[in-house]
């Protein structure tokens, strides 16, 4: 198709001015809106938890000390347990009827490196952008969700609702590196029995579209260390048993077995994350000087292992890669968790069916799913508590662990009140 002259000019003259006026009205828009951000309390109290630098140990008590300060705001109650020295904090709004099981809103405190130098904005500036996003290690996983709880409870108070069930707000110090020293050992002390949880929300899955997620299990974690070990020498010597031939037998097979399971990835629905083992071999190390053929090599290998493997076969299956490799290499675990129960989503579980009958009110959707990963809940299931994870970012680039991890703040807002309308539902179930 072609126009006259004359029209192709009309037509881009209008399309120009049509241009600058969008462009005028939405860049002063898009400034109002980062002025209003800016000064919304709840975007300011999650600014500064991000602040935070909790990828350090050490910034764990400062955590603590922000949260303290959250709780005595609302005049609640809390407590610091430190079963292993770590921190895991703990606030309580006492319901009508305590006696009941207790709702336990869970998050993490800490984060995972940033690597700064990397990212747009200081990841942790809590910088809020022009486009309504805000920028920092943990905006995603999992300082917003924590946030997102206390606004929540906050509303409740200053709405005057009394719930029949007690809520905690838990905090814990060392997800992200396991909780060995956080949820593993709390667990199973007298205090968390105290806390009579019959239910417990947890982080979940950033999605991006429409649709939410409830994560009812998580995939078992298995990070190895393998120490992979052969002959030394003068780096002219080519001789055979050189430690970098094991390490190629060793990867081969491990990037097969990989393949195999990229494959039933790939075969299967996108979102049926317990269908297929994941393999990532993360860090390799090795090697003394430019002309010394090493003795070792160390691999750390991250499994996820798919819902139905049996322990048993994938021990026999790193045996075997082991006896490639010869007597003198090892094998260590970093994290070897065999069993990691489901929490039901059906009509047998009473707060389920509440969560999902409070978001279909609010019009929205949500899906249970097996998740990817591994959260704290799965120490937490272990104890027969159903634990579901979830989150309400929707229409969002998931970004945890990530470089210029943000938040859209629109999605944070409303998150909110999803939040608020749960534990009206949750906190007066029967
Ligand atoms: C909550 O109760 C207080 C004290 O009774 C009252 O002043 C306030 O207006 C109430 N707020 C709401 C939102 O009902
Ligand atoms: C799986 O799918 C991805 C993306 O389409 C493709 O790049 C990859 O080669 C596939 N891998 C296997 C093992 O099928
Ligand atoms: C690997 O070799 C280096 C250099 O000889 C040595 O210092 C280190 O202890 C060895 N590591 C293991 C795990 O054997
Ligand atoms: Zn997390």
Same mark, same amino acid.
């Given at each position: 198709m072609s126009l006259p002259n004359k029209m192709i000019y009309v037509t881009f003259f209008v399309l120009l001015i049509t241009n600058i006026i969008l462009c005028e009205s939405s860049s002063s828009e898009y400034q109002t809106n980062q002025k209003q951000y800016e000064q919304n309390p709840a975007i300011k109290r999650l600014q500064e938890y991000i602040q935070i630098d909790t990828s350090i140990e050490e910034n764990a008590e400062l955590a603590v000390e922000f949260w303290k !300060?959250?709780?005595?705001?609302?005049?609640?109650? $809390?407590?610091?347990? !430190?079963?292993?020295?770590?921190? &895991?904090?703990?606030?309580?709004?006492?319901?009508?009827?305590?006696?009941?099981?207790?709702?336990?809103?869970?998050?993490?405190?800490?984060? *995972?490196?940033?690597?700064?130098?990397?990212?747009? $904005?200081? @990841?942790?500036?809590?910088h809020v952008d022009e486009n309504g996003n805000l920028h920092g290690r943990g905006s995603q996983d999992t300082k917003d969700v924590g946030i997102q709880y206390i606004e929540a409870v906050r509303k409740l108070i200053q709405n005057n609702v009394t719930l029949e069930r007690t809520v905690h707000i838990t905090v814990m110090p060392d997800e992200e590196t396991g909780g060995f020293r956080g949820i593993v050992p709390f667990v199973e002390t007298e205090e968390f029995k105290s806390l009579n949880i019959g239910f417990a929300l947890d982080e979940g899955f950033t999605s991006q579209d429409n649709t939410m997620y409830v994560t009812y299990q998580d995939k078992r974690p298995w990070q190895i260390k393998f120490i992979i070990r052969g002959n030394g020498g003068h780096g002219s010597i080519?001789?055979?048993?050189?430690?970098?031939?094991?390490?190629?037998?060793?990867?081969?097979?491990?990037?097969?077995?990989?393949?195999?399971? /990229?494959?039933?990835?790939?075969?299967?629905?996108?979102? %049926?994350?317990?269908? $297929?083992?994941? *393999?990532?071999? +993360? /860090?390799?190390?090795?090697?003394?000087? @430019?002309? #010394?053929?090493?003795?070792?090599?160390? #691999? =750390? /290998?991250?499994?996820?292992?798919?819902?139905?493997?049996?322990?048993?076969? *994938?021990? %026999?299956?790193?045996?075997?890669?082991?006896?490639?490799?010869?007597?003198?290499?090892? =094998?260590?675990? =970093? !994290?070897? #968790?065999?069993?990691?129960?489901?929490?039901?989503? %059906?009509?047998? +579980? @009473?707060?389920?069916?509440? /969560?999902?009958?409070? &978001?279909?009110?609010?019009?929205?959707?949500?899906? @249970?799913?097996?998740?990817?990963?591994?959260?704290?809940?799965? *120490?937490? !299931?272990?104890?027969a508590i159903p634990a579901l994870g979830f989150t309400t970012k929707t229409n969002m680039i998931p970004k945890l662990h990530d470089i210029d991890e943000y938040i859209a703040l629109d999605q944070f807002l409303k998150g909110i009140d999803i939040y608020e309308a749960l534990l009206k539902k949750l906190g007066n179930l029967a």
């Open positions: !300060r959250q709780a005595e705001e609302l005049g609640l109650p $809390y407590a610091v347990y !430190r079963p292993l020295g770590l921190p &895991i904090f703990v606030m309580t709004l006492t319901g009508r009827q305590p006696e009941l099981p207790s709702i336990m809103l869970n998050s993490h405190a800490d984060v *995972v490196p940033a690597g700064a130098d990397l990212w747009i $904005y200081p @990841p942790f500036s809590g080519v001789a055979s048993g050189n430690v970098i031939e094991g390490l190629q037998r060793f990867l081969n097979i491990a990037m097969e077995y990989r393949n195999e399971q /990229m494959q039933i990835q790939n075969s299967t629905h996108v979102f %049926d994350f317990g269908a $297929y083992t994941s *393999v990532n071999i +993360n /860090m390799i190390e090795g090697g003394v000087a @430019p002309n #010394v053929v090493p003795t070792n090599v160390t #691999v =750390i /290998m991250d499994m996820r292992l798919s819902v139905d493997a049996e322990v048993n076969d *994938v021990q %026999d299956m790193l045996n075997s890669w082991m006896a490639e490799l010869g007597d003198e290499s090892s =094998i260590e675990y =970093i !994290r070897r #968790v065999e069993n990691s129960p489901a929490t039901a989503v %059906d009509e047998t +579980n @009473p707060y389920w069916m509440a /969560m999902r009958d409070t &978001i279909k009110e609010l019009g929205l959707t949500v899906v @249970p799913i097996v998740c990817p990963a591994t959260s704290d809940m799965v *120490v937490v !299931r272990t104890k």
